[in-house]
């Protein structure tokens, strides 16, 4: 059965680090993964992605603050996101990429950014 | 990076079509075939329905369906069902800005 699990803090300091890591079960992790976020009651963001290769790609407008990293030996994707602000506060979702597109999303984890 | 742009809202009545559109630039959807549409209810992950522009994953209805022409694609939703009633999201490869997705559209089985 496939299943993506998304897990974190779910309340993060502002100018501190999300970090949040994806448990990846029932498909190879030899695939692209990506992060999308949504803030509330808003529309859907690509954050950036990673092949097991070890290739990453990121949205530019947030390509100096995250680092997208694999460890194959737990099937797990993680996300760090620097110096957080409150525009940082959404639902993070990890999500397979196949043929450019997402097939694969997990159920997804809140992430308030607050002092 | 600019949001692909969708109309906020579509509604139509049970067994209608109805078909939202995603206008983007040659840079993302008019630069390749690779437009993908999710659907997402309330409190739920999005659910791939389109991908490729035109192709249907595995166990999505035929009623979904997608087209393109230059700059902007289509998801037209035939015979339209309760269950159908959500928000969708287009979604466009870009080269080397990664992807970007849509504005997103409320669809409302009236």
């Known amino acids: 059965q496939v299943h993506l699990q998304e897990s974190g803090p779910g309340l993060v300091q502002p100018s501190g680090t999300l970090s949040l890591t994806c448990d990846v079960s029932g498909v190879s992790i030899n695939d692209w993964w990506s992060w999308v976020r949504q803030p509330p009651g808003k529309g859907l963001e690509w954050i950036g992605e990673m092949f097991h290769s070890g290739t990453t790609n990121y949205n530019p407008s947030l390509k100096s603050r995250v680092t997208i990293s694999m460890d194959k030996s737990k099937s797990q994707v993680s996300l760090r996101l620097n110096s957080a602000t409150a525009a940082d506060t959404a639902v993070y979702y990890c999500a397979r990429g196949i043929y450019h597109a997402f097939d694969i999303w997990g159920q997804g984890t809140m992430v308030t950014v607050s002092s | 990076q600019s949001a692909l742009t969708q109309p906020p809202s579509a509604s139509g009545s049970p067994g209608q079509s109805v078909t939202i559109s995603c206008t983007g630039t040659?840079?993302?959807?008019?630069?390749?075939?690779?437009v993908s549409w999710y659907q997402q209810h309330p409190g739920k992950a999005p659910k791939l329905m389109i991908y490729e522009d035109t192709k249907r994953p595995s166990g999505v209805p035929d009623r979904f369906s997608g087209s393109k022409s230059v700059n902007t694609a289509s998801l037209t939703v035939s015979g339209l069902q309760a269950e159908d009633e959500a928000d969708y999201y287009c979604s466009s490869f870009a080269g080397s800005l990664g992807y970007v997705f849509g504005s997103g559209t409320k669809v409302t089985v009236l």
């Open positions: 040659s840079r993302d959807v008019g630069g390749y075939d690779f």
